[in-house]
C-alpha cells in the first residue's frame, strides 16, 4: 500500500519534524512514551496474573468488561469537564491517580491478597482515568501543533506509544511477571508519576476559553451530543469504531487462553505476541502518512478494516504461533493507519471549545461497547470455543465495509474538509506557577 520506508530518508524526516513541532509537544511524547512503558508492562502481567488465579474464561473476561465498564458510564462526563478545566492538569492529576492504584494492587499482590475481584476494581479504576486523560491529551495536541502538521505529529505519538507499550513493555511485563508477580505492576505505577511530572512542566495555559455565562453540564453534554450526530463523517466514523471494538473485544478478553491453550505457548510467548503486533504497528506509524497520501483518507480507511478481517481470519483458523504473530503485526498496521485517520479527523474537524465534549461522545460510542464486547467474548469461548471469537469479528468487519461505503468515500471527506472550522484559539495566558515559555502559544 505504500512505499518501503527509506531508513535515511526517515532519520531526516524525523529530525525535520522534531525542529517544526513546538518543544512541548516533545515534552508530552515523551510522557506518552514513559507512560505507555508501563501500560505494556501491565498489559502482559495482568491477563498473566489472571490466568494463575483462573483458567475459566468468564471470570477472565469480566477483567476486561471491568476496564472498558467506565467508557459506558464516564465517558460524557469526562469530555464536558475536559471543556471545562485545563487539559494539562488533567492529565497529569489522572497520572497522579493512576500511580496509587496501581501502586495499591503491588502491595495487595506482595502480600497475597490479589483476586480475580480486586482486579477487576483495579481495571475499572484505571479505566476511569483513562476516559479523563485520553480525552484531554487529545484535545492538547491542537494547541501545540498546526493543523497541517496533525497526521505527521499523531503518527509520531503513536510510534512512541507503540514501542513502548506494545514492543518493549508486553515482553518486558511478562518476563518481570515470571521472574517476581509484584515487580510489572510497581513498574507501572513508577511510570505513572513520571509522566505525571513530564506533564507539568509543559507550560502554558490549556483551558478553552468560555464566554458568556456558566451553563449546566447536562446541557453542555447534550451539545457534545447534538454536534457528532449532526456531522455524518465523524458520526459515521463512531458507529464503524463501536462495531469493530464490539468485536475485538470479544477476541482481546480471550486473548491469554487462545496463546495458552491453542497455540501452547507460555508466560513470555505470550508477550511476544504483542511484540509481532507492535512491529506492525510501529511500521504503520512510520508509513501512515504516505498510505493516506497515496490512497486518500476514504479508501485507506476502508483498506484497514478489509486487513482487520483478514487477519482475525487468519488468526481463528490457525494453530501456528508464527502465523498468528504475522496477522498481529498485520492487524498493527491497520490499527494505527485507521487511528491516525480518525484521531486527526476530529482534531480537524471538531471546533475547539467542543472537541472534549463531542471525543468524549465519539469514543462513548466507540468504547462504550467494549464491556459488553469481552462479556461476548467470554460467552463464545465457553460455549463454542476459544476460536469463535476471532471468525465472528472476520465476519461482522466485511459486512461492515460493505455497509459503510456509502459515507466512506473521497466526496464525503471532501465536503467534510472544506467546511472544517479556523484553527482554534486557545487562552494564551501563562500558567502563573510555571511562566511562560518561548514558542507557538496554545
Same mark, same amino acid.
Given at each position: ?46 491477563? =498473566? ?6 483458567? $475459566?474464561?468468564? #471470570? ?5 468488561? &471491568? ?28 497520572? =497522579? ?68 507499550? $506494545?514492543?518493549?513493555? #508486553?515482553?518486558?511485563?511478562?518476563? =518481570?511477571?515470571?521472574? &517476581? ?68 473485544? &470479544? ?36 508509513? &501512515? ?33 508464527? =502465523? ?119
Amino acid at each position: 500500500m505504500a512505499n518501503p520506508v527509506d531508513p535515511c530518508g526517515a532519520f531526516g524526516e524525523a529530525v525535520a519534524v522534531k525542529a517544526s513541532l513546538d518543544s512541548r509537544f516533545w515534552r508530552i511524547w515523551t510522557a506518552a512514551a514513559v507512560s505507555t512503558l508501563g501500560d505494556g508492562v501491565r498489559t502482559a502481567a495482568i491477563p =498473566l496474573l489472571a490466568a494463575s488465579l483462573t483458567r $475459566d474464561p468468564l #471470570p477472565i473476561a469480566a477483567v476486561s468488561v &471491568a476496564a472498558g465498564l467506565p467508557w459506558a458510564l464516564f465517558a460524557l462526563l469526562s469530555g464536558a469537564l475536559v471543556d471545562r478545566l485545563d487539559r494539562r492538569r488533567i492529565m497529569a492529576y489522572t497520572d =497522579l491517580f493512576r500511580f496509587g492504584v496501581v501502586g495499591l494492587l503491588a502491595v495487595a499482590i506482595a502480600t497475597d491478597r490479589a483476586s480475580i475481584w480486586l482486579l477487576c476494581l483495579v481495571a475499572f479504576a484505571l479505566g476511569t482515568g483513562e476516559t479523563m486523560f485520553d480525552n484531554a491529551a487529545q484535545a492538547m495536541v491542537p494547541a501545540l501543533v498546526d493543523r497541517p502538521r496533525l497526521e505527521l505529529a499523531n503518527s509520531r505519538l503513536a510510534s512512541a506509544e507503540i514501542v513502548s507499550r $506494545d514492543f518493549v513493555g #508486553p515482553p518486558l511485563g511478562a518476563v =518481570l511477571f515470571t521472574a &517476581a508477580m509484584v515487580v510489572p505492576f510497581a513498574l507501572d505505577s513508577i511510570s505513572f508519576a513520571a509522566a505525571a511530572l513530564l506533564v507539568l512542566s509543559v507550560r502554558g495555559s490549556f483551558r478553552v476559553p468560555r464566554p458568556g455565562p456558566p451553563t449546566r453540564i447536562s446541557h453542555e453534554i447534550k451539545e457534545g451530543l447534538q454536534w457528532l450526530w449532526a456531522h455524518r463523517l465523524i458520526r459515521s466514523m463512531a458507529i464503524m469504531l463501536a462495531v469493530w471494538n464490539l468485536v475485538a473485544a &470479544a477476541t482481546q478478553a480471550i486473548l491469554v487462553l487462545f496463546a495458552l491453550e491453542i497455540l501452547d505457548l507460555h508466560g513470555i510467548g505470550y508477550g511476544l505476541l504483542f511484540t509481532a503486533w507492535a512491529a506492525g504497528g510501529l511500521l504503520g506509524s512510520l508509513v &501512515a502518512t504516505r498510505i493516506i497520501g497515496r490512497l486518500g483518507h476514504a479508501h485507506a480507511l476502508l483498506s484497514t478494516v478489509a486487513v482487520g478481517a483478514l487477519t482475525s481470519a487468519g488468526i481463528g483458523l490457525s494453530s501456528s504461533p508464527w =502465523l498468528v504473530g504475522v496477522m498481529l503485526a498485520l492487524e498493527g498496521v491497520a490499527i494505527v493507519v485507521w487511528n491516525v485517520i480518525t484521531v486527526s479527523a476530529r482534531q480537524a474537524l471538531v471546533p475547539a471549545e467542543l472537541f472534549g465534549r463531542v471525543n468524549s461522545v465519539y469514543r462513548f460510542v466507540g468504547w462504550g461497547v467494549l464491556p459488553i464486547g469481552a462479556a461476548l467474548g467470554g460467552v463464545l469461548a465457553k460455549a463454542v470455543g476459544l476460536r469463535a471469537p476471532y471468525l465472528l469479528t472476520a465476519v461482522v468487519l466485511v459486512a461492515m465495509i460493505v455497509s459503510a461505503r456509502r459515507v466512506i468515500n473521497p466526496a464525503t471527506f471532501d465536503a467534510a474538509f472544506e467546511d472544517a472550522p479556523r484553527e482554534p484559539d486557545l487562552d494564551t495566558e501563562p500558567d502563573l506557577e510555571t511562566g511562560p515559555e518561548p514558542g507557538r502559544a496554545p
